[in-house]
């Protein structure tokens, strides 16, 4: 089955810092991959997704980069402000019958005002 | 509008007793999941129902049992409740299985003394 491995687990950035978190996936089949916000005492919450045919997507601050040859994708958050302070979550999947989704341990950031 | 919604949020209760949650979703999904997030934040897959069939039954010790009435509920019911079973358990929707964003509850936090 599919093992992802999400790294660092907890990271603290300066406001306005940039914060990025990696992800490694291992099954080459997997062409889905979304991160999640999870605030607290909330559930987790999409905030960006890229699929196996583009390299790169953005949306305003955050932007997620793949890898397909080396199974790596990564988050990055720029202009990092006081309310990106979440657990953030990467998750790999692929399309075609009954799949889960499986999410990496999840990486605690704290962004210091 | 609540998208979805699970109740009750917080459960307390005793080693041995037998408790449900309960969760809707008003988006038209067709896909439903549980999830369980343990106090560590690792958010692992219990189950997957999709049109009402169980399409997704990971590891899961027989004390727990999902049941989907309908496409737009999915409960889940627990047997002789242990320690090891608090958590925080979140209840999701999606378009369909696979590669489609998931929609998670608030989830209800269980806490077995």
């Known amino acids: 089955g599919e093992n992802v491995e999400q790294h660092p687990s907890t990271l603290s950035v300066q406001e306005g810092d940039s914060a990025v978190i990696k992800c490694t996936y291992s099954?080459?089949?997997?062409?889905?991959f979304p991160w999640y916000k999870q605030e607290l005492g909330k559930g987790p919450q999409l905030i960006i997704d890229?699929?196996?045919?583009?390299g790169e997507k953005k949306d305003q601050r955050i932007a997620v980069t793949l890898n397909k040859t080396a199974k790596h994708f990564s988050l990055h958050i720029t202009e990092t402000q006081p309310e990106d302070s979440a657990v953030y979550f990467c998750?790999?999947?692929?399309?075609?019958?009954?799949?889960?989704?499986?999410f990496g341990i999840g990486t605690k950031l704290q962004v210091i005002p | 509008d609540t998208a979805v919604s699970q109740t009750p949020k917080y459960l307390v209760t005793q080693m041995g007793n037998d408790k449900s949650i309960k969760c809707e979703q008003n988006?038209?999904?067709?896909?439903m999941y549980w999830y369980k997030q343990d106090s560590k934040k690792f958010l692992k897959i219990m189950f997957s129902?999709?049109?009402?069939?169980?399409?997704i039954n990971e590891t899961v010790p027989n004390r727990f049992s999902p049941k989907s009435p309908d496409k737009a509920h999915l409960n889940l019911h627990i047997n002789s409740l242990e320690l090891g079973d608090s958590a925080v358990y979140f209840c999701?929707?999606?378009?369909?299985?696979?590669?489609?964003?998931?929609?998670f509850g608030p989830g209800t936090r269980l806490t077995v003394t």
């Open positions: 999701a929707s999606s378009q369909a299985n696979g590669d489609y964003e998931q929609y």
């Open positions: 099954d080459s089949a997997s062409n889905y």
């Open positions: 890229i699929r196996s045919n583009v």
């Open positions: 998750a790999a999947t692929f399309s075609g019958g009954y799949q889960k989704v499986t």
């Open positions: 988006l038209g999904h067709d896909t």
């Open positions: 129902y999709n049109n009402k069939e169980l399409i």
